[in-house]
């Protein structure tokens, strides 16, 4: 989901992106414990873990079955 955004934006390849994630509890745990992986893959320099940062223009999405709202933005 996050690459799909990050193409959606026309990023380059190695532009860094700045992440807010928010679901359940079950989204926020998997979150906290794959972030450095998540990182890694999608050149995130932050990754935000709950409602705080969010605006309203999150993306609604679907994580391995779990409703889920991402906002990435440039870094």
Known sequence: RVQG???DMELGYTDRI???????????????????????????????VGPEGLTGQEEEVN????????RVERA
């Open 5 to 7: 955004a990050r193409k």
């Open 18 to 48: 700045r992440l807010w994630v928010d679901g359940d509890a079950r989204v926020k745990r998997v979150t906290e414990e794959g972030r450095e992986l998540i990182a890694r893959e999608t050149l995130a320099d932050s990754i935000n």
């Open 63 to 70: 994580l391995n079955g779990l409703p889920a709202r991402l």
